[in-house]
């Protein structure tokens, strides 16, 4: 019998982002970059797993902005179009380079792999939400919730009811697409606030994700730290990050991620080859961007760009085998020790953002693969878990109160809220007063009904924590704040118009069809607690 429980949890996000009104704007690829480096190598992890009767157990937040954009038929287009392109420059770079050897390789190796990728986007029908969800009706994947829109949770607590939003409407979300209610959540940067747990459980919640010392810290004091649950006095269960586990796969500079043989995400084609034979496949305006043809290793943790060696796959994949068996290997460890330690069966909680494994760190998903596969074959220290399963293997836990925190710098809620990011929630603020005054309003027509619930949807988009986190990061600031703006904007006007009686009906079709995130939406969510 096994000493204890390891459970695997990937949070895959990506922030709303859909333009119809233009016919390319950068970020929309960053949904195409997970889907081609992430979402689909995963589902072949899956397939590859259940086929050879591996009984794997992963937990897995799909959060409904990713959800709702991979259910969009404008985006699975342009993905389709992306991706025609891709598979257009891989098989010039194979001609290209038909002189030089390793290169070629390199350049048929993605053209297999694109290949691939393409084959199982249009095997699912180019539903990647329905193939997740055969895993999850198999007892393998554990789907679960997030905020409707990531939104930053202790930072609306003082208005309880734009809280209750995003807890509520991501349930029903996620009860339209999978068919049934969620178990859990993955709090939005694993933000938890004292009182939240209530909430949670009237939204039909039964357990949620913190960092390790928001239960480190919870009073009374855990009697086994992070490696059990708690359960708050509403009984809805709070499982806490292991760190050990976690700095191994998180961080570049002593984590796996940063080993020498793996591939270089910094150095991609769009950058590197000759501008007017690159031209075709980048911006249309003519700036650079990342193609996701990346042919060179990390080569050294020290060195600069220029001074990088060439990727092999290979290799790489033996590298990745290598570190999953250390993988398992510590945990074998670490079971073993907390077991004697603790005089029961210790649980330990690996959460990562599912976009590491794949998108930033490439052989990620293969890691994964085996890691799985050793853990089912090479040891009986340790039983792989998703955490519904847990609950009802351990159904009976220490009550405590979980510590206010985050897993974001510093543990709590600093990057969210700093001097590059704080003017915006005097306006998100504003904001969620006006949604819930208008939620107290019968509408007086159809008209009127559909501007509300527009004013839902935008409160909800502006309250993104993405926005924040990218204003903080320096990437990409003015198009978050170009977003920030734009929603909070909108939800004014229509507040206006509703107020003076005067909707503007062809105004309110077209942000309707912009952002359409959400479309059996009820105003009325933010009616007073």
């Known amino acids: 019998m096994a000493l204890g429980y ?25 949904l195409f970059e997970a889907i081609t480096e992430t979402y689909i190598p995963l589902l072949h992890v899956f397939e590859g797993l ?19 954009m991979l259910k969009d038929p404008l985006l699975q287009d342009r993905y389709d179009a992306h991706m025609k392109l891709l598979m257009e420059l891989v098989e010039k770079e194979i001609v290209h380079n038909k002189f030089n050897g390793h290169i070629k390789y390199l350049a048929e190796y993605y053209h297999k792999e694109f290949s691939a990728i393409i084959n199982t986007w249009e095997r699912y029908d180019r539903d990647l939400v329905t193939a997740f969800k055969q895993f999850q009706d198999s ?4 789907i679960i919730t997030c905020g409707a829109t990531h939104g930053y949770l202790p930072l609306m607590k003082m208005y309880p009811q734009a809280v209750w939003a995003q807890l509520q409407v991501a349930c029903e979300s996620y009860e339209e697409n999978f068919g049934r209610a ?3 959540i993955w709090l ?35 009697r086994y730290g992070n490696y059990a649950p708690i359960f708050t006095e509403t009984g809805v269960a709070a499982f806490g990050r292991d760190h050990e586990s976690s700095q191994q796969v998180w961080s570049s500079k002593v984590g796996y991620p940063g080993d020498v043989c793996y591939r270089e995400f910094y150095k991609d084609l769009g950058w590197e080859a000759d501008y007017d034979y690159i031209k075709p496949y980048i911006m249309p305006n003519g700036q650079r961007k990342n193609t996701g043809i990346k042919y060179h290793k990390i080569t050294s943790r020290d060195g600069g760009l220029s001074e990088k060696g060439l990727y092999d796959p290979y290799w790489a994949r033996e590298k990745a085998a290598e570190h999953a068996g250390n993988f398992m290997y510590n945990r074998e460890q670490q079971i073993g020790r907390l077991n004697k330690m603790m005089g029961r069966h210790p649980l330990v909680v690996s959460p990562y953002d599912a976009e590491l494994f794949g998108h930033w760190w490439y052989e990620g998903p293969w890691f994964i693969d085996y890691f799985f596969r050793k853990s089912w074959y090479d040891q009986d220290t340790y039983q792989m878990t998703h955490l519904a399963d847990y609950l009802r293997m351990e159904p009976t836990q220490q009550v405590a109160v979980p510590s206010q925190s985050s897993w974001g710098y510093k543990g709590f809620h600093e990057y969210w809220l700093n001097q590059t990011n704080a003017w915006i929630y005097p306006y998100l603020h504003k904001a969620a007063e006006r949604m819930i005054e208008l939620s107290t309003r019968e ?25 924040a986190f990218i204003m903080r990061t320096g990437t990409m600031v003015p198009y978050a704040e170009r977003r920030t703006k734009s929603h909070v904007l909108r939800l004014e006007k229509i507040y206006k118009d509703v107020k003076a ?13 912009m952002d359409n995130i959400f479309p059996n939406i009820d105003y009325r969510v933010y009616r007073p607690l």
């Open 182 to 184: 969620p178990k859990g």
């Open 188 to 222: 939005p940067e694993c933000a938890y606030y004292e009182g939240l747990e209530r909430m949670l459980a009237d939204a039909g919640l039964r357990y949620f994700l913190t960092d390790g010392h928001g239960i480190l810290y919870a009073r009374p004091r855990p």
């Open 501 to 513: 009686g005067e909707v503007d009906a062809g105004w309110l079709e077209k942000i309707e069809k």
């Open 50 to 68: 259940k086929r050879d009767g591996i009984d794997f157990k992963i937990t897995m937040s799909m959060t409904p902005p990713l959800v709702a």
């Open 443 to 467: 509408a007086a027509d159809e008209l009127e009904e559909r501007a509300l619930n527009q004013a839902a949807r935008e409160l909800l988009l502006a309250q993104s924590s993405d926005w």
């Open 6 to 30: 390891v459970a695997l949890v990937l949070h895959a996000h990506l922030p709303f982002v859909r333009h119809p009104e233009s016919d390319f704007v950068l970020e929309e690829e960053w």
């Open 139 to 142: 007892n393998n994947l554990e």
